[in-house]
Structure formats: structure tokens, C-alpha cells
């Protein structure tokens, strides 16, 4: 069992930073993928960033690409996110989620969710 906080979210003016963390209980964080997902006001879940293990796999989201990072810590069992060059359109409650395996970018293969944070992009 794999329990999820994230925190980091807020209130940011377009093209400013943000970072999100996401901090796991359990024994055997690094067994696990872990993903960000991020869901707009009336629109659908959609995959962020993912990152394998022991990082060497880091899939992103085209809208993303080249303005967000992502990476783990797993001594501090902690998976962040850094957005860069924030634009209004990223505003969304922003999940964390862990897997067993390998990463994917598809949401049904997350074992484990965290309950979101707020990101507010003002233009």
C-alpha cells in the first residue's frame, strides 16, 4: 500500500516556476513508476510526466515538453515536478500516482492516487 500527498500548488503568473512535490508512505517507493496527471476545470484527465525507477525513463506530454521536469528522490521517497514558463492553460488540479513496473502514460495503469493540488496560472 502506497499512500500520496502532493504539495507545492498555488497561485502563478504566466511564465513564472512552480514546483509540485509528492511525498510517498510506505516501504517500497522504489518499486514503484510514478506519474503526474493534471485535470482542468470540465476537461479529462490527462497524463503530465512519468519517470521509471530509477529515472532513466521520463515520458512527457507533448503541451509540456521542454518546460517541465520531473524527477525522484527515492531516499526522501519523494517524486517532484518543476514547471517552467507557465502558461494560463496549465491551471488544473494536479495528481500524483504510482505504479508497479513499467511507466505508462495511461491513467487506468496507476495502482495508487494522491488527492490533487491546485495550480492557478494568472495571465
Known amino acids: 500500500q502506497v499512500q500520496l500527498v502532493e504539495s507545492g500548488g498555488g497561485l502563478v503568473q504566466a511564465g513564472g516556476p512552480l514546483r509540485l512535490s509528492c511525498a510517498a508512505s510506505?516501504?517500497?517507493?522504489?518499486?514503484?513508476?510514478m506519474g503526474w496527471f493534471r485535470r482542468a476545470p470540465g476537461q479529462e484527465r490527462e497524463f503530465v510526466a512519468a519517470i521509471s525507477q530509477s529515472s532513466d525513463d521520463t515520458p512527457y506530454a507533448e503541451s509540456v515538453k521542454g518546460r517541465f521536469t520531473i524527477s525522484r528522490d527515492n531516499d526522501k521517497k519523494t517524486v517532484y515536478l518543476q514547471m517552467n514558463s507557465m502558461k494560463p492553460e496549465d491551471t488544473a488540479v494536479y495528481y500524483c500516482?504510482?505504479?508497479?513496473?513499467?511507466?505508462?502514460?495511461?491513467?487506468?495503469?496507476?495502482?495508487?492516487w494522491g488527492q490533487g493540488t491546485q495550480v492557478t496560472v494568472s495571465s
Open positions: 510506505g516501504p517500497t517507493f522504489n518499486n514503484y513508476a
Open positions: 500516482a504510482a505504479k508497479l513496473l513499467l511507466t505508462t502514460t495511461q491513467a487506468i495503469g496507476y495502482h495508487y
